[in-house]
């Protein structure tokens, strides 16, 4: 009503402003036809003020950005008419002198003031009334003066003022004419968000009981997230406890487009991830992605008791207050009958819909459910360590294991993120991947079986760089991890190659408390001769890390009789003066460390070697 009220204002003195003038027009003694012209088109500006004042003052949710750019125009104009023509009053001789007017600035002004009218029409055809107090909110397509070098302004003004006053299928059309608008360029995103769009798409996709209407907003602001100021204006408008509302009480294909914006958003920025964390998204994400694994798995089982079942909520971690059977079941009773959320005003439609559904459109779920919670864990402890709280591992894992495409690659890289995040909190390592964690063994098992039997670098890559990420929790006796680490080293792509040998990096390096152990399995499954050959057919980037790798190895297992039979030593230095990396200090210190090493337990033969460094 405030904004409302401020608008009046500019209207009524704009009105003032134009009384003002059609009276000096009457009093003018001088260029009487270009003052009455004037006067003619004040006259109409007036009336379609007027009428523009009653729409504004009628509504409650008036779209004002176009409003108060053309009143401001229309002022201007008006005010630099009404001085024109109070020189044409009658005056001293001198003052005439002074005050010299031609026909030329009566054309300008009446060229403003034609101008300023076709705005105000434009105004009226868009804040259109139905004639019993509701807007119809039309779009229009035509051009107002105010916007002739810049047409996409009007058309997103049309658009937002659409969605904002319209009726419902007025703003589901709008809505997608936006989001196409917002598809096209980084430059229409941005007029859409400065122009106001954001507030009416989150309006629409909260309040509106259309599932087409929350698919079309849920889709635009998908749109518009595409970089961290556009993603921050959405959620400095409160826009994330909404979308994560409708995450959990929508029909499956609403709940498709907002997982997809949860991770625009989150990919985006930082902030909205944290944002979404507290407003507790994640635990619907991973129900939504994983229910029906479990369901599968209940139903497979042959030991469907009362004791295994409460056993299989402790397994996937469920809380305290739902390891009985009573609890597991009516948990999912609830899921079904609120579609994924709670407080579901609409819970038994979301029950059948759900049931009905064909599989295509739960897979597409499953898949944006999974991307979203990738883009959640990327880069982000607390966001990792929330996932690892739920069944999120176990769910992940068991979806690696089951399907192929997108929903597998988005697990992949969701347990990636989890594992990276892993590595860099120690608290976080150490709750998630005990080694006696059945979530935690079902991801390295998945990790270990992608690198075995699937023969694809899209996969292979992330499933040995989270190999890399958990090198710290493995025990010494499990060397299984080490020998497919071992066989990437000869692998034909080298970005495959070039993983392996950073992942092992993590094994030896004396970071790891265990890099002596590790060092030695890794030089009995064979790593020295693949990594020499490395060393020899890659470029630089790969010679570099391949010779880090040999370094640990030297520092760590100097006696092992492998390292004097492959001649490491000479192979480092050999490499080492074509890599750029050997200007770096931290690595010549280290190839030094390494030869020195060495020489304590090979003596002679490495002496020379180590003057030549």
Known sequence: MEEV?????????????????????????????????VGKQVDRLAQMLRTLARLVSGSVQIYDRPIRRVVVEVRKNLERALALVRK????????????????????????????????VKWLLSVFDSDGDGSFGGGISISLPPIATNDPILPWVWSLIASIQMGRLQDKIDAANQLGSLAGDNDRNKKIIVDEGGVPPLLKLLKESSSADAQIAAATTLGFLASDQDKVTAIVNELGVPIIVQVLGDSPIRVQIKVANLVARMAEHDAVAQDEFARQSVIKPLVTLLSLDVFLDDMQSSKHNSIPSLVQMNKEIGRDQSHKSYKSYTSSLSLYRDTGGGTGSRTGPYHKKE????????????KVSCAEALWMLARGNVANSRRITETKGLLSLAKLVEKEVGDLQYNCMMA???????????????????KTNSPAAKAVVDQMLRILKEVDSPTLQIPAIRSIGSLARTFPARETRIIGPLVMKLGSANQEVAMEAVVSLQKFASPENFLCAEHSKTIIEFGAIPSAMKLIRNSDQKVQLQCLIL???????ASNHDCLEQAKVLTAALEGADRVVGFQNVEFKELVSKAIYQLSLYNGGSHSQMLAYV
């Open 5 to 37: 009220r401020r608008i009046g204002d500019e209207l009524s003195f704009s009105l003032l402003t134009a009384e003002s003038l059609r009276a000096a027009a009457d009093e003018a003694e001088s260029f009487k036809a270009e003052c009455g012209e």
């Open 88 to 119: 044409c009053k009658r005056h001293s001789i001198i003052r005439r002198v002074c005050s010299i007017t031609n026909a030329a600035d009566f054309r300008k002004v009446i060229n403003l003031l034609e101008s300023s009218n076709g705005d």
């Open 354 to 365: 759900r049931e009905n559904e064909n599989p295509e459109l739960k897979h597409e779920l």
């Open 415 to 433: 347990l990636t993120e989890i594992t990276a995040s892993a590595e860099l909190n120690a608290d976080l390592r150490r709750a998630a991947f």
């Open 550 to 556: 040999l370094c640990y190895l030297a520092l760590n």
